[in-house]
């Protein structure tokens, strides 16, 4: 079950954390998430699962953006979010993806206990101007039903910014086997 706009307010600080959390911000079942100013590219145009790559920021200024269609943009939201007991979820706002810009590939599934900021995986369809504070995506939350574990991911968990893929850390565990 999808929580209302205001089951979510009621749990802020509890089992659900956002900061900064702007009243406007919340929606009837979501809460609307803010562009961070850096953005991150890699360097290599070929990328292999197995290694750590490069990586060059980008700092978005006032006057906006252009990005490159065919480019993978990294990003984060200015919001920090903790959940202790709820399923967060990720997706773009429909006036975003009515522009072409898509702002999660594949990494829209939150964990149960995920604390941090979002790395978002921009692309778009055409150039489109962006800016920094932009209210981007969404997030929103599911309810949970019977015992859990945590998220209690050694490689995105408790993060301070941009995250590359650490995919890589994957093939070194199963090479130690």
């Known amino acids: 079950m999808i929580l209302s706009g205001l089951e979510i307010h009621r749990r802020l600080g509890s089992d659900i954390i956002i900061d900064p959390f702007v009243p406007s911000q919340l929606g009837p079942n979501s809460y ?15 990328l292999d699962m197995k290694k750590s790559h ?16 065919g480019k993978l943009y990294l990003g984060r939201t200015i ?24 702002i999660h590939i594949t990494a829209g599934f939150g964990d149960i206990g995920f604390a941090g900021f979002w790395t978002l995986e921009i692309f778009c369809v055409q150039p489109i101007r962006i800016y920094p504070g932009v209210q981007l995506c969404q997030i929103f939350y ?3 039903q019977g015992s859990y574990i945590p ?14 893929s650490m995919l890589y850390k994957d093939f070194e565990q199963i090479n130690t086997l």
């Open 79 to 102: 919001e920090y979010t903790k959940t202790e007991k709820c399923v967060p979820m990720l997706e773009g706002r429909s006036s975003i993806g009515r522009l072409g810009l898509f």
């Open 54 to 69: 490069k990586t060059k920021s980008i700092i978005i200024p006032e006057e906006g953006l252009v990005l490159e269609p």
């Open 151 to 164: 998220y209690q991911s050694n490689k995105y968990q408790n993060n301070t910014g941009i995250q590359p």
């Open 142 to 144: 599911h309810t949970v």
């Open 32 to 46: 609307n998430l803010r562009l961070h100013h850096e953005l991150v590219t890699y360097d290599e145009h070929v």
